[in-house]
């Protein structure tokens, strides 16, 4: 792992005067920390598109640094952590709302 601690803003969202943030993720204190613009969608089967899409980059970033990735494998054992989460969760979500 890099000494970078923040990752780089995309090009994209640096130049459209538009872009916002939607999620942040920190691993901090041995946890797992976000914040989130919880207001972005009302529906929420567009989170579920924006979480779809993110399984999709991690799984392409791996594969870009692992050139032996099998993408499809790789995006089903990800699926399958989801999965295990989402039925046997080992933490539960807390925090608060900030503006």
Not at 35 to 50: H, L
Not at 57 to 70: C, E, G, R, V
Not at 73 to 97: H, K, M, S
Request: aromatic fraction near 8%; proline fraction near 5%.
């Amino acid at each position: 792992m890099g000494v970078e601690k923040v990752l780089t803003i995309p090009e994209e969202a640096q130049r459209d005067k538009a872009s916002f943030e939607v999620l942040r993720v920190w691993i901090a204190e041995q946890g797992q920390h976000v914040s989130i613009r919880s207001g972005a969608w009302e529906d929420p089967f567009a989170w579920g598109i924006v979480l779809a899409d993110l399984a999709r980059h991690i799984a392409l970033a791996h594969q870009i640094q692992n050139k032996d990735t099998d993408p499809e494998a790789f995006l089903n054992r990800l699926l399958e952590g989801f999965e295990a989460e989402i039925e046997n969760p080992t933490d539960e979500p807390e925090g608060e709302v900030t503006q």
